[in-house]
């Protein structure tokens, strides 16, 4: 039996397990996974500074969201864990697939058809080289 309550012991367990990467996650984002994938897809692997330019400068809509995020996972990575904004990548990034909302949209005959609105989870973690 191991010494000590039981919250204690789960903090002790959580405190080596701890992640040491910078991160940040954006819930329920009004973009579907395939979207926000083709946007993660090129920025993936990349550094900061050039990942912000190909943001910038992208036409699809779930840019505008990512640059916000990846924003936040600089400024993390800068005031809490004390990193150089020079030296930091991308070292995962990944949309999972959140809750969607349902809708009715009204069909010829009295008939109706749903339309699915997707929504994603989408993460970005980083990483000093």
Do not use: W
């Not at 367990?13 to 701890?18: L, P």
């Not at 943001?55 to 990512?66: D, E, G, H, K, V």
């Not at 930091?88 to 699915?116: D, H, N, S, V």
């Amino acid at each position: 039996m191991a010494k000590g309550h039981r919250s204690q012991i789960k903090r002790e367990r959580n405190a080596n397990n701890k992640e040491t990467r910078p991160k940040a996650k954006l819930s329920y984002a009004r973009v579907s996974v395939q979207k926000a994938c083709f946007v993660l897809d090129a920025i993936r692997g990349k550094d900061v500074k050039t990942a912000l330019g190909i943001l910038a400068y992208n036409p699809r809509y779930a840019s505008s969201i990512i640059e916000k995020l990846l924003k936040s996972a600089i400024a993390n990575a800068e005031n809490n864990n004390g990193m150089n904004v020079d030296n930091l990548f991308i070292e995962e990034c990944y949309a999972e697939k959140g809750p969607t909302m349902k809708r009715i949209r009204p069909r010829a005959q009295g008939r109706a058809y749903r339309i699915e609105k997707r929504i994603s989870h989408i993460t970005i973690v980083l990483n000093e080289r």
